[in-house]
């Protein structure tokens, strides 16, 4: 029989802990199983429900209307919670609603609605049932009086596509409260939303799970077009609960130079650089005791350092275990090679031409064909009038992913014997009509051949000119960037638009709203060898680090002003691109200057985001090529950048040497402003290394520099440094004084970091002064600012901060786990300790050990290492 499609409500059911019960009490397990199914299968059918799947101890049951299930559902958990149990004790069962299309085939049920129930039904507790939002709304208003929905909100699920909107059965002798919901929010991790869903791959995917339990590196390989990023995000999504320290993806794409991976791991787990010491270094010791997944994403260009790293990572941190993407493997010991095989289809050539139209369905190929056209054109469906046209396309495209998305396009502008037939017609024209021999690659370029050749000749420009951008570009960027020379930029608009219509190029919405515009990797990799072949590259490479220079240089100023989170925002997003205008400034001697520009531009943005590391390393190998030809000026702002770098990684000697250099450079241009600044930033840096006599001298020189030219930021830094040295002497009034006046400088400049950077002294000044209500306020008030700035490694300090404070008012258990938090912090930062930082830690410790004896100390500890940084946070924010 064909099949059959319907709208259904599907209620699925799975025993939490089964596993441990079975290995507990494998006797008992077994019986009360057996109560359990009894039970169940009583029920259902009751409320009109059909079992038509059973998998271990989870029931799949079909409903024809709604509130039947949710009714089913609420009488079952009210029986299983009233009856009686042996040893296991109460059997929990979690259940979970959703209704949607499905298609009903030899008594069982397919398709997305089905994958939608189950990844609800993963996010629940034994005892509680959950309803999607469809669902909900269908029987709300036919609730009996003792039901109701709790609403938990929008929820990602582990399939990465669109969020659910899930609620809660409330009913009458039921528990109803529960766990926070195992969604993706509350789990470590930072991979991305998908903007389409995931198609077939159950096969793969249970293997690969199977796979990542028996080794600690697995390796996807395959040709670009065949998904195997995409699979590895869903197998990573679906092995979230396994590791507690999280999974993280690393995106390897836009980095060229292989020093640079340990650096991406570090951001992607969110692991401060530790200034000093090599990445790698910090890296291993922040990992060391982890249970955490790393996803390396597109190894193929950097693999002999891919291969190094994971081998040294893999040697060193027992826990870690790594999910790599490649063209090719890494080909080192314990790995294990998964090829990621094209989506299957129909073989023809077995079938002889004929094919049973209830059986196309179960090929992935036509499943992801038909759900992308249906898409792009709303009513496409497979018929018994399409069903071998479809067949015959996914066979042509060899069931690549790529292939197959990109015909689908079509179906918006062509029928589909035209898509067949020039797809017939490119494929013997690239491989003189042999298909048998045509290597995955050469099929995916055929493609995009095919579809390049389609465009017009602006359309093709605009497509190649597009890659002198990674990641993404902006209509403006585009504009700027990619006009001339055949293209007017009023025309750039349309024929992106066209691009986009035509599934070369696609959309997406950045951080703050903007429109963006991505190109698949193949797609990318297409346009960028047009490029090179028309000639352009250098031309427009240089173009784009243009751009990148005033777009950087327009937005510096806001970064030290009120608006400053949602600039710093800005470059964030345009890193791979800032980071390619970057190396391509070095491609020769004559854009050195503008490569200094850009570097002088985004010293503030380092900082605050901690690329130490990366910032530091530009600095040093741009000045190291600079030249008399660049300005005075710009040497300047480049000295200066690179002394603030040393600065913040303890590299004082060095620092000095840049902010001198910089000092003398502007003072010869006349910018006696900037060198009034650098006077005052010299003064921390002798400060740091412990020279307060001379740190003086250089506070007291801006502070007078800064009155007599009226500069504001100058005379708050000088107050800051002076405050600073009156606390070291004792005298806490004046030091609390002079913070306050240059805080209240800042806030009139509106320069939130300087503000939380002064804001966190002066909370450790209010402590020693003994005001503890100011310093909690003040700390508090810091480490809200620099979280919100993006700033991570500012945590550990408030949280020992505030410690100190519930410590000496009667809260030191809590003070305990803000300390045991703080520990945990530090190692996944690697933060280290200075000197007197060292010894006032320790004189906490053993303050607090006084008033919190063992083992109450230890499990409090215990405890606050557990707490992720937000619930570390939370627990500061209770104790406020």
């Known amino acids: 029989m064909p099949p059959v499609r319907q709208t259904v409500t599907f209620l699925f059911t799975d025993i939490e802990r089964s596993s441990e019960l079975w290995e507990m009490h494998p006797q008992a397990m077994g019986r009360a199983l057996a109560q359990h199914d009894d039970l169940l299968r009583g029920i259902f059918p009751e409320y009109r429900g059909h079992i038509f799947k059973t998998m271990g101890d989870a029931f799949c049951v079909a409903f024809v209307h709604a509130l039947d299930a949710v009714q089913a559902a609420t009488t079952a958990q009210r029986r299983l919670a009233s009856a009686a149990w042996e040893e296991t004790g109460p059997l929990r069962v979690r259940m979970a609603i959703h209704s949607g299309d499905a298609e009903q085939r030899d008594g069982d049920y397919f398709g997305p609605t089905l994958n939608r129930v189950a990844r609800v039904l993963a996010t629940g507790h034994g005892g509680q049932t959950l309803l999607t939002f469809v669902t909900t709304e269908t029987v709300r208003t036919f609730l009996p009086d003792e039901i109701s929905m709790r609403d938990l909100g929008e929820r990602r699920l582990k399939d990465l596509s669109r969020p659910e909107r899930i609620f809660q059965l409330v009913a009458k002798d039921l528990p109803t409260d529960f766990p926070p919901l195992r969604s993706l929010e509350v789990l470590p991790n930072n991979l991305p939303a998908q903007v389409t869903s995931f198609v077939g791959r159950e096969r793969e995917m249970a293997e690969l799970k199977r796979l990542i339990g028996t080794t600690r590196l697995l390796t996807l390989t395959g040709t670009g077009g065949t998904g195997k990023t995409r699979l590895s995000l869903q197998v990573a999504a679906e092995l979230l609960d396994q590791f507690p320290h999280g999974v993280w993806l690393v995106e390897l794409s836009t980095i060229s130079d292989p020093e640079l991976i340990p650096e991406a791991i570090l951001n992607a787990v969110n692991i401060r650089e530790e200034p000093d010491r090599a990445p790698l270094s910090t890296l291993i010791e922040a990992l060391r005791a982890r249970n955490l997944l790393l996803v390396l994403d597109n190894c193929e260009h950097l693999i002999s350092a891919c291969a190094q790293i994971s081998t040294t990572l893999l040697r060193h941190c027992p826990q870690l275990k790594i999910i790599a993407s490649s063209r090719e493997p890494l080909s080192i010991e314990g790995e294990v090679i998964w090829s990621v095989s094209a989506l299957a289809v129909p073989d023809f050539g077995r079938s002889g031409g004929t094919l049973e139209l209830d059986r196309l369905g179960d090929f992935e190929a036509v499943q992801l064909f038909v759900e992308r056209a249906a898409a792009i054109h709303p009513g496409f469906a497979l018929t018994p009038e399409n069903a071998a046209l479809v067949a015959r396309i996914c066979w042509r495209l060899d069931g690549i992913p790529l292939a197959l998305e990109l015909a689908a396009a079509r179906v918006k502008v062509l029928p589909l014997p035209q898509i067949l037939t020039r797809l017939d017609d490119r494929f013997r024209l690239l491989t003189g009509g042999s298909r048998t021999a045509l290597p995955r690659q050469q099929t995916l370029g055929a493609l995009i051949d095919w579809s390049y050749d389609l465009l017009s000749e602006p359309e093709r420009i605009l497509l190649r000119r597009l890659a002198v951008f990674v990641v993404g570009r902006t209509l403006e960027m585009a504009e ?21 219509e035509k599934s070369l190029v696609m959309v997406e919405t950045g951080p703050a709203g903007e429109t963006r515009y991505t190109m698949l990797e193949s797609i990318y990799d297409y346009a960028e060898e047009k490029l090179n072949q028309h000639g352009e590259t250098a031309a427009y490479r240089r173009k784009h680090l243009e751009f990148f220079v005033r777009f950087a240089e327009e937005i510096e100023p806001h970064l030290f002003g009120p608006d400053q989170k949602v600039w710093l925002e800005k470059l964030s997003v345009e890193h791979p691109n800032l980071d390619l205008a970057l190396r391509t400034s070095l491609g020769s001697q004559e854009t050195i200057g503008l490569g200094l520009r850009l ?12 690329y130490l590391t990366e910032g530091s390393g530009q ?49 010869s241009v006349g910018k006696i402003d900037q060198a009034a600044l650098i006077e005052a930033f010299i003064g921390f840096v002798e400060a740091n290394e412990g020279n307060n006599s001379a740190a003086r001298q250089h506070f007291e020189r801006a502070q007078k520099m800064g009155e007599e030219l009226n500069l504001e930021r100058v005379k708050a830094m000088s107050l800051h440094g002076l405050g600073t040295l009156a606390a070291r002497s004792g005298d806490f009034a004046a030091a609390r004084a002079a913070k306050q006046k240059a805080i209240e400088a800042f806030q009139t400049i509106g320069d939130r970091w300087a503000i939380s950077l002064i804001t966190g002294s002066l909370g450790r000044v209010c402590f020693a002064a003994g005001d503890y209500a100011s310093a909690q306020r ?13 700033n991570n490694w500012s945590v550990p300090y408030a949280l020992e901060g505030l410690a100190d404070i519930y410590a000496v008012e009667n809260q030191a258990a809590r003070a305990v786990r803000l ?21 006032s830690y320790q004189r906490a410790l053993d303050h607090l050990h006084q008033l919190v004896p063992e083992p109450a100390f230890r499990e409090g500890w215990k405890e606050g290492r557990a707490l992720g940084i937000q619930a570390a946070i939370q627990l500061a924010k209770d104790g406020k």
């Open 480 to 500: 700027a960037v990619c006009a001339g020379d055949g293209i007017a930029s009023a025309e750039v608009f349309d024929l992106l638009y066209s691009l986009v």
């Open 599 to 610: 570097a002088g531009a985004l010293t503030r943005y380092w900082e605050v985001r901690s």
């Open 619 to 667: 600095f040093q190998a741009l000045l190291a090529r600079m030249d008399d030809s660049v300005e005075l000026e710009v040497q300047a702002k480049a000295e200066l950048g690179a002394g603030r770098m040393s600065w913040a990684q303890d590299r004082d000697i060095e620092a000095l040497k840049h902010c001198r250099a910089a000092q003398r450079l502007y003072e």
């Open 778 to 790: 003040y700390i508090w008030e810091a480490l809200t600012i620099t979280r919100d700035l993006g």
């Open 819 to 839: 300390y045991g938090a703080a520990s945990a912090q530090r190692e996944a930062l690697a933060l280290a300790f200075s000197v007197t930082e060292k010894i």
